[in-house]
């Protein structure tokens, strides 16, 4: 494994530069690819006023092995949603579009059960657009163009009433993409080159790459299974609205912090990004406007990750601290997010998961029958009684059919031990620990009122 550290980026305010980052932090990202297989990560990282630090780690080819550079090119997939969200809410502050103004207004193509979706809605991924690159013809890898988009989709009904619910759809900041077009009657590169690149300082982005800068300086992207293979080059499409830019860790981290310090937005609409959306029954949805706005140990995060073919990565920050985290891997399979998170918590122990531990069972067959879901689950059954409405209607769809995978593992699943609960209005949170196998995990139960099952996620037993 090859590893480096090294000091990098200039920012617009010049800061006092640190000597080598810390062994720890280090230390963190090499046992991670050890135990990932991820070839190679660049991670740029800064705490208030300290120097940003660049750490290197693993290599950008495997086969000859190459080491990973600080100025490596990788496709930061989704992360360019929040670019969107920029170009979206800078229009809506020169009175060119309203947060407000229907979908249908602008795309005329699209299904009439879609025309209602609002632009707030879009940004938030509460409008019930259906998953385009789950579909054949228009997925990641392939190539198509517009009319073909429309030609897919035409019989693809809503999900789900808009305002409703919340799924991540790409097809959300697809359509943004067009109407920001629309709405002013410039290219999408002009925008993102006016409200973006350039007032964020961003010299290495999308557009601003050349052909053969960007061939000669990006890493290869890879695809990890039994084996990690090169994944190959990924489709061209219309849609640069959902993401899909090569860039380098300094120019997300500029862009992190024009955005985040306020230079790029209005107060309020920085508000609103870093608002998580309502939903029906007093949920939030922990997604604001391009951002996902999570609760760690009490500390607030606002991060967004992004995973292309071949490459995933990850802008977080974290307010209380006024700590970004900006990196970038080769391969699709990483969590960036979540590897994100994993430096925070070297970085700062108190968002390191607090264990839970063993309690007397109030409602020792209710937790049995609750066991008996993840059951079900594993055996790709949707329907069960103690199954909410909700979460029926979510696993039915392509995308919910996707996640039914996390339960593979639990068709032998049995109750262990009862690990607490805790309000979270409306529902409550019930967590069990489960055997399935020789291992075990706590699985995290979201009840309704009713005592139906709106949702559920496992997390290893610490």
């Not at 480096?4 to 932090?25: V, W």
């Amino acid at each position: 494994m090859v590893i480096s550290a090294t000091i990098g980026l200039t920012l617009l305010n010049p800061i006092p530069f640190l000597q080598e980052p810390p062994t720890e932090s280090v230390q963190y990202f090499e046992k991670y690819l050890q135990t990932s297989r991820i070839p190679g990560i660049v991670c740029l990282y800064h705490q208030g006023d300290s120097a940003p630090l660049t750490i290197k780690t693993g290599f950008s080819n495997i086969d000859p092995k190459t080491s990973i550079n600080a100025t490596q090119l990788f496709d930061s997939g989704s992360i360019g949603k929040m670019f969107t969200t920029v170009v979206t809410l800078k229009l809506a502050e020169e009175n060119k579009l309203k947060l407000t103004d229907q979908l249908g207004q602008y795309v005329s193509e699209v299904p009439d059960s879609w025309k209602t979706a609002t632009v707030s809605q879009l940004l938030a991924h509460t409008a019930g657009l259906p998953e385009y690159v789950l579909y054949d013809g228009i997925q990641l890898t392939q190539d198509f163009e517009l009319p073909k988009y429309f030609e897919v989709m035409a019989d693809k009904p809503i999900d789900f009433a808009p305002g409703t619910e919340f799924q991540y759809s790409n097809s959300n900041f697809f359509m943004l993409k067009l109407i920001a077009e629309k709405a002013s009657q410039k290219s999408f590169t002009e925008l993102l080159i006016a409200y973006v690149f350039s007032p964020a300082d961003m010299t290495e982005t999308g557009p601003l790459l050349a052909p053969d800068v960007l061939e000669k300086r990006k890493a290869t992207g890879y695809w990890i299974s039994q084996n990690v293979d090169p994944i190959g080059p990924a489709g061209k499409s219309p849609d640069l609205g959902s993401g899909g830019h090569f860039t380098t860790v300094q120019d997300l981290t500029k862009f992190a912090h024009s955005l985040f310090k306020g230079t790029l937005l209005s107060k309020e609409n920085l508000t609103k990004m870093t608002t998580p959306a309502p939903l029906p029954k007093g949920r939030k949805s922990g997604y604001g406007y391009g951002l996902f706005i999570r609760n760690v140990n009490g500390t607030t995060i606002w991060s967004h990750g992004g995973n292309s073919v071949g490459y995933a990565g990850s802008i977080t920050y974290i307010p209380s601290k006024d700590t970004t985290i900006v990196l970038l891997g080769n391969a699709y399979q990483m969590s960036g997010d979540s590897v994100a998170l994993g430096l925070a918590r070297v970085l700062y122990p108190e968002l390191n998961p607090k264990p839970f531990t063993e309690q007397p069972d109030p409602n020792i067959e209710q937790s049995k029958q609750l066991v008996s879901v993840l059951q079900e689950l594993a055996a790709r059954k949707i329907d069960g009684d103690l199954v909410s409405a909700e979460m029926r209607a979510r696993l039915a769809r392509p995308r919910g059919q996707m996640t039914l995978q996390n339960f593979s593992t639990l068709t032998s699943a049995e109750y262990d031990a009862f690990m607490g609960s805790e309000k979270m209005e409306p529902d409550t949170i019930i967590r069990i620990r489960v055997k399935h196998g020789e291992r075990k995990s706590i699985a995290h139960f979201t009840v309704d009122a009713e005592g139906k099952v709106y949702g559920v996620s496992l997390s290893p037993v610490q």
